[in-house]
T-cell receptor, first 110, second 115 residues
């Protein structure tokens, strides 16, 4: 079945540092890929998405590229802020359902 | 455009009591999902509706959980009786239609604590 593997957290970075959160997947067919963010006490918010190979999703300075050859969708940001502290979930959506990774907690310190 | 609405936001009950959660999806969204998110984990699908039809309820513990979406709009998820292990956040999501390219939009969730 479909699965998503994320790097374990927590990831602790200083403000303005470069961020990478790794995500790899296994799936049949041609899934769409997503990154969701969950701030403390809140629900999941869509951060960005890519629907086909080589697409790049971007939002709020975050980027991720759909790499079919490496089955990856790594999240990157060039300069993180304290306000980016949250839990980030990688997810894939096939025809039947969405499968989530276990989440990666990011802590950004001033 | 209003997002997915859920209520209540928090619920504390004693074990063996019943509890119900309500969800109103984004207007016009035909597909509705209920997820359970345990602490430190990603959401796991409980049930998926296409209009008023439950098309995937394979992960729903049917001995104590039930759900309905009678008019194909809002939905209710019920647990009766609740157990300690049911403590989690229950998330509702919707998408315009059942297609791999469609984005799911999530509500804020209902945080359930069973004592």
């Amino acid at each position: 079945g479909d699965s998503v593997t994320q790097m374990e957290g927590p990831v602790t970075l200083s403000e303005e540092a470069f961020l990478t959160i790794n995500c790899t997947y296994t799936a049949t067919g041609y899934p769409s890929l997503f990154w969701y963010v969950q701030y403390p006490g809140e629900g999941l918010q869509l951060l960005l998405k890519a629907t086909k190979a080589d697409d790049k999703g971007s939002n709020k300075g975050f980027e991720a590229t759909y790499r079919k050859e490496t089955t990856s969708f790594h999240l990157e940001k060039g300069s993180v802020q304290v306000s980016d502290s949250a839990v980030y979930f990688c997810a894939l959506k096939g025809y039947q359902k969405v499968t989530f990774g276990t989440g990666t907690k990011l802590q950004v310190i001033p | 455009e209003a997002g997915v609405v859920q209520s209540p936001r928090y619920k504390i009950i004693e074990k063996k009591q019943p509890v119900a959660f309500w969800c109103n999806p984004i207007s016009g969204h035909n597909t509705l999902y209920w997820y359970r998110q345990n602490l430190g984990q990603g959401p796991e699908l409980l049930i998926r509706y296409e209009n008023e039809e439950a098309v995937d309820d394979s992960q729903l513990p049917k001995d104590r959980f039930s759900a309905e979406r009678l008019k194909g709009v809002d939905s209710t998820l019920k647990i009766q009786p609740a157990e300690l292990g049911d403590s989690a956040v229950y998330l509702c999501a919707s998408s315009a239609r059942l297609h791999e390219k469609e984005t799911q939009y999530f509500g804020p969730g209902t945080r359930l604590l069973v004592l």
